[in-house]
């Protein structure tokens, strides 16, 4: 299993590479089988293709940017958490949008995310001017 430092520097990496606009990179870091769900209760979906459009979107068309928070890992030796802040310019809508969230990670033993959360609601948005 990856240790702590490097499941903390696997989130933060994923942020750098969000903010670099590139989904390809973005998608590198991930387990071919991976379940994500953003947000939580939005449904879980699985695999890197439905991963790929969900990433696109939110570069894309939201034009989406993260501000991480400090990573903190857990004892299970798979889990880390990030709090971040997302900044969203979707092209359809004339405002930013600014939502905190925290991202819950589950890396596998080859140091790919084998799970990603992203746990935030209606009162984590706020419109920005």
């Known amino acids: 299993m990856p ?3 490097t499941r903390k520097a696997l989130a933060l990496e994923y942020c750098r590479r969000m903010n670099a606009g ?7 870091l991930f387990a071919p089988d991976v ?3 953003d947000p939580v209760g939005s449904g879980e979906q ?9 990433i696109t979107r939110a570069l894309v068309d939201d034009r989406a940017r993260e501000r991480p928070g400090t990573p903190v890992a857990a004892h299970d030796g798979e889990t ?3 709090p ?6 979707p092209r359809s809508y004339p405002k930013r ?3 905190s969230i925290i991202g819950i990670v589950r890396v596998g033993e080859d140091g790919l995310v084998r799970e990603l959360r992203a746990l935030w609601g209606d009162t ?3 419109v920005l001017g």
């Open 22 to 28: 590139d989904a390809d990179k973005v998608l590198e």
């Open 84 to 89: 971040a802040t997302v900044e969203l310019r």
């Open 124 to 126: 984590d948005m706020k």
């Open 97 to 99: 949008i600014e939502i």
């Open 35 to 37: 379940v994500f769900e």
């Open 46 to 54: 699985v695999g890197l293709e439905a991963l790929r459009a969900h």
């Open 80 to 82: 880390v958490v990030l």
């Open 3 to 5: 240790d702590e430092v």
